[in-house]
């Protein structure tokens, strides 16, 4: 038996752990409990093993080092800035005011709201990075409201809860700087090779939430009209900025179709980089995109003949466009050449020029009487600039290499501050910002690190025996024996990430699974005929860039499963949060007087469904489009190369004199 045990230990200390965890047992001493355990065994069984146990008692004195190790690790020192930027906005009333001005611009359209909600959620993700606070945030605010003008209640909780757990891909994430550290990458890299697939997850909720008003059309009503406020009060005006607007956008749609088509189709089909599905999901983007402008266009005619428009929507849409021609002229002749850090550059630019027109729009308005902006476009650009200026001090830094995740995370943590204390004196309000809230936030940061940091260190100890018994060669034999290859080895890993994702929360599975792993990913991507396919296409050439990049897209990948962990029942972190805010027995509607209905846990769970669903078409895109994540580098010009040896070749030689020590001395 003890024989037995020896040649086996190392699969029987991953399941004890399982059990534990399944007990009940907090994961911090879980791991750390099993790691000692197992430690004390396998020192005694050390002889039975023939060599595959490789403990001795004078390993224990290597873990205070490793603790040290925990501590002082500068990458970790970026999640406590992010949770507390996050918590300082979500305090201030920034998510208040952004859904309520996005929920009145989308709210007549059918399904407004859920768009809204959508919509806030990333923008949300990618300031605050905290589940926790959006879920909440979204719940307390939009929640009442669709329950009023009568949103289905699964698609209003599943919207709500999905569009909370995007920041948990969209950067700055905690999970992807986790991840970062377990898989040993560099923040920034993950940030950027995440940033488009949390768009692109976006978009497909609000694919969906179309698809439900379609088939659905009572699941998700549009607001009356004197629901939603800022509508114009002079119609002769609000026909003339209508009819204006609308001229523009179809020129420029025109002038857009003419000069850039040719460009427009290679650059999206070309995106998805080579290979049949690729081609198809190219295909298919385009085609959709050519649907949505053809009906943007039929719209746009219809409003240039009658001069009716919903508020005055055109006048936004014309500045955002304006404001992204602007943003892409400007970055594109710099030397950013593509990928993440082009979007959020061309961005932070869009928002300046966009802010720079509302600012002037202000001013004539209030001094000359006369405005081209609508209310309700001028409203959305000063509610959406800060949080977007927040987002270009945080990403834009990190993507541009001027400063480090944990800098860029410092930044907004004042960034947070200051938007905080600007908004108190505008609105005149002390509850915007105070020290209660400086100090509410300040306590959930320190208590979610401290977490952090035990879990840490307790998946330290259980590493320190699991290493010690071969336990990493025992799953990485087991992994890179799959059949199918690369592809055989991600279904598996995904598959088993997902499942285990109903008992065990994200930081369980990056502190855990994720190192097991890593080893394992690493030999398939050097070693198998497949990666190397796929790593030639985006010009990935030696062993080191092959692994340094493919890890990314392997934690991108492992980034957005687990954001089924806190979607899916029956321990999904978002559900919790939403149920903890739903209204669990009958209330009074506040503006309708009307008795409505609680909210059921069954319907939370019910909703979240078919979110989970599309999180997993989501990995498996990321999985067969590895061009979401990588950009494709580009190759050395050996023209520059050839000048530059030439220039070093042309350097003068210096002369160093001699120096005269003088006589050796004698002895």
Same mark, same amino acid.
């Given at each position: 038996?003890?024989?037995?045990?020896?040649?086996?230990?190392?699969?029987?200390?991953?399941?004890?752990?399982?059990?534990?965890?399944?007990?009940?047992?907090?994961?911090?001493?879980?791991?750390?409990?099993?790691?000692?355990?197992?430690?004390?065994?396998?020192?005694?069984?050390?002889?039975?093993?023939?060599?595959?146990?490789?403990?001795?008692?004078?390993?224990?004195?290597?873990?205070?080092?490793?603790?040290?190790?925990?501590?002082?690790?500068?990458?970790?020192?970026?999640?406590?800035?992010?949770?507390?930027?996050?918590?300082?906005?979500?305090?201030?009333?920034?998510?208040?005011?952004?859904?309520?001005?996005?929920?009145?611009?989308?709210?007549?359209?059918?399904?407004?709201?859920?768009?809204?909600?959508?919509?806030?959620?990333?923008?949300?993700?990618?300031?605050?990075?905290?589940?926790?606070?959006?879920?909440?945030?979204?719940?307390?605010?939009?929640?009442?409201?669709?329950?009023?003008?009568?949103?289905?209640?699964?698609?209003?909780?599943?919207?709500? $809860?999905?569009?909370?757990?995007?920041?948990?891909?969209?950067?700055?994430? =905690? *999970? +992807? %700087? /986790?991840? #970062?550290?377990? !898989?040993?990458?560099?923040?920034?890299?993950?940030?950027?090779?995440?940033?488009?697939?949390?768009?692109?997850?976006?978009?497909?909720?609000?694919?969906?939430?179309?698809?439900?008003?379609?088939?659905?059309?009572?699941?998700?009503?549009?607001?009356?009209?004197?629901?939603?406020?800022?509508?114009?009060?002079?119609?002769?005006?609000?026909?003339?900025?209508?009819?204006?607007?609308?001229?523009?956008?179809?020129?420029?749609?025109?002038?857009?179709?003419?000069?850039?088509?040719?460009?427009?189709?290679?650059?999206?089909?070309?995106?998805? $980089?080579?290979?049949?599905?690729?081609?198809?999901?190219?295909?298919?983007? =385009? *085609? +959709? %995109? /050519?649907? #949505?402008?053809? !009906?943007?266009?039929?719209?746009?005619?219809?409003?240039?003949?009658?001069?009716?428009?919903?508020?005055?929507?055109?006048?936004?849409?014309?500045?955002?466009?304006?404001?992204?021609?602007?943003?892409?002229?400007?970055?594109?002749?710099?030397?950013?050449?593509?990928?993440?850090?082009?979007?959020?550059?061309?961005?932070?630019?869009?928002?300046?020029?966009?802010?720079?027109?509302?600012?002037?729009?202000?001013?004539?308005?209030?001094?000359?009487?006369?405005?081209?902006?609508?209310?309700?476009?001028?409203?959305?650009?000063?509610?959406?600039?800060?949080?977007?200026?927040?987002?270009?001090?945080?990403?834009?830094?990190?993507?541009?290499? /001027?400063?480090?995740?944990?800098?860029?995370?410092?930044?907004?943590?004042?960034?947070?501050?200051?938007?905080?204390?600007?908004?108190?004196?505008?609105?005149?309000?002390?509850?915007?910002?105070?020290?209660?809230?400086?100090?509410?936030?300040?306590?959930?940061?320190?208590?979610?690190?401290?977490?952090?940091?035990?879990?840490?260190?307790?998946?330290?100890?259980?590493?320190?025996?699991?290493?010690?018994?071969?336990?990493?060669?025992?799953?990485?034999?087991?992994?890179?024996?799959?059949?199918?290859?690369?592809?055989?080895?991600?279904?598996?890993?995904?598959?088993?990430?997902?499942?285990?994702?109903?008992?065990?929360?994200?930081?369980?599975?990056?502190?855990?699974?994720?190192?097991?792993?890593?080893?394992?990913?690493?030999?398939?991507?050097?070693?198998?005929?497949?990666?190397?396919?796929?790593?030639?296409?985006?010009?990935?050439?030696?062993?080191?860039?092959?692994?340094?990049?493919?890890?990314?897209?392997?934690?991108?990948?492992?980034?957005?499963?687990?954001?089924?962990?806190?979607?899916?029942?029956?321990?999904?972190?978002?559900?919790?949060?939403?149920?903890?805010?739903?209204?669990?027995?009958?209330?009074?509607?506040?503006?309708?007087?009307?008795?409505?209905?609680?909210?059921?846990?069954?319907?939370?769970?019910?909703?979240?469904?078919?979110?989970?669903?599309?999180?997993?078409?989501?990995?498996?895109?990321?999985?067969?489009?590895?061009?979401?994540?990588?950009?494709?580098?580009?190759?050395?010009?050996?023209?520059?190369?050839?000048?530059?040896?030439?220039?070093?070749?042309?350097?003068?030689?210096?002369?160093?004199?001699?120096?005269?020590?003088?006589?050796?001395?004698?002895?």
């Amino acid at each position: 038996m003890a024989a037995f045990i020896a040649h086996n230990i190392a699969p029987i200390m991953f399941a004890s752990l399982v059990v534990f965890l399944l007990l009940g047992y907090p994961v911090a001493f879980a791991l750390a409990g099993c790691g000692l355990f197992f430690f004390v065994v396998g020192v005694e069984l050390a002889p039975l093993s023939h060599g595959t146990i490789h403990l001795d008692w004078v390993l224990l004195q290597t873990l205070p080092e490793r603790v040290y190790g925990v501590m002082s690790n500068d990458v970790l020192l970026a999640i406590p800035f992010f949770t507390f930027m996050g918590l300082i906005l979500e305090r201030s009333g920034m998510a208040e005011d952004l859904l309520d001005t996005i929920g009145q611009l989308f709210g007549t359209v059918r399904g407004g709201l859920a768009y809204a909600v959508i919509f806030v959620g990333a923008l949300l993700a990618a300031t605050t990075g905290v589940v926790a606070a959006s879920v909440i945030s979204m719940g307390l605010i939009s929640l009442p409201i669709m329950l009023r003008y009568g949103y289905d209640r699964r698609l209003a909780t599943g919207v709500i $809860a999905a569009s909370g757990t995007l920041a948990q891909i969209i950067p700055p994430s =905690l *999970v +992807l %700087i /986790v991840m #970062a550290d377990q !898989l040993g990458a560099d923040v920034g890299s993950m940030y950027e090779g995440a940033f488009v697939p949390g768009l692109v997850l976006s978009s497909m909720y609000a694919f969906y939430v179309f698809l439900v008003t379609v088939f659905f059309p009572k699941a998700a009503p549009g607001l009356p009209a004197e629901a939603v406020g800022f509508r114009e009060t002079n119609p002769r005006s609000a026909k003339i900025l209508a009819r204006t607007n609308a001229g523009f956008i179809l020129a420029g749609l025109a002038a857009a179709a003419v000069g850039f088509a040719p460009g427009v189709k290679e650059t999206v089909v070309s995106g998805f $980089a080579s290979g049949a599905v690729s081609e198809i999901l190219g295909s298919g983007a =385009l *085609v +959709l %995109i /050519v649907a #949505a402008l053809a !009906l943007f266009a039929v719209k746009l005619v219809k409003v240039l003949t009658t001069g009716e428009e919903s508020r005055g929507i055109l006048s936004l849409a014309f500045l955002v466009i304006v404001a992204g021609i602007v943003g892409w002229w400007v970055i594109s002749r710099s030397e950013t050449k593509g990928g993440a850090d082009f979007v959020i550059l061309a961005m932070s630019v869009a928002v300046a020029f966009s802010f720079a027109v509302a600012v002037v729009n202000y001013v004539c308005d209030r001094f000359l009487g006369f405005r081209f902006l609508s209310k309700i476009a001028q409203q959305t650009t000063f509610v959406m600039v800060p949080p977007l200026a927040l987002i270009f001090l945080v990403l834009g830094t990190i993507f541009i290499g /001027v400063a480090t995740p944990t800098e860029g995370g410092a930044m907004g943590a004042s960034g947070a501050m200051l938007l905080a204390a600007l908004k108190r004196y505008l609105d005149k309000d002390p509850s915007r910002f105070n020290f209660t809230i400086v100090k509410q936030a300040t306590e959930s940061t320190a208590k979610l690190s401290a977490f952090v940091v035990f879990i840490l260190i307790g998946a330290r100890v259980f590493s320190l025996t699991f290493y010690g018994v071969n336990g990493h060669v025992w799953v990485e034999e087991l992994l890179s024996s799959l059949p199918g290859g690369l592809y055989g080895f991600l279904i598996v890993v995904n598959l088993a990430v997902f499942f285990l994702a109903f008992f065990l929360d994200f930081f369980e599975l990056a502190f855990i699974i994720i190192p097991l792993l890593k080893p394992a990913a690493e030999k398939i991507f050097i070693t198998d005929p497949t990666a190397l396919a796929i790593a030639a296409q985006y010009g990935l050439t030696t062993p080191e860039d092959i692994a340094k990049t493919m890890i990314i897209w392997f934690g991108v990948m492992l980034g957005v499963n687990m954001q089924t962990s806190f979607m899916h029942p029956p321990f999904g972190f978002a559900l919790f949060f939403l149920r903890s805010v739903a209204p669990r027995n009958p209330y009074k509607d506040k503006v309708t007087g009307k008795l409505m209905e609680p909210i059921k846990t069954s319907q939370i769970y019910w909703g979240a469904v078919p979110f989970v669903v599309i999180q997993l078409i989501m990995v498996t895109l990321v999985m067969t489009t590895p061009g979401l994540v990588v950009s494709k580098k580009e190759a050395p010009n050996l023209a520059d190369q050839k000048k530059a040896l030439e220039q070093l070749n042309n350097i003068p030689a210096i002369d160093i004199p001699g120096l005269d020590l003088g006589a050796p001395p004698k002895f």
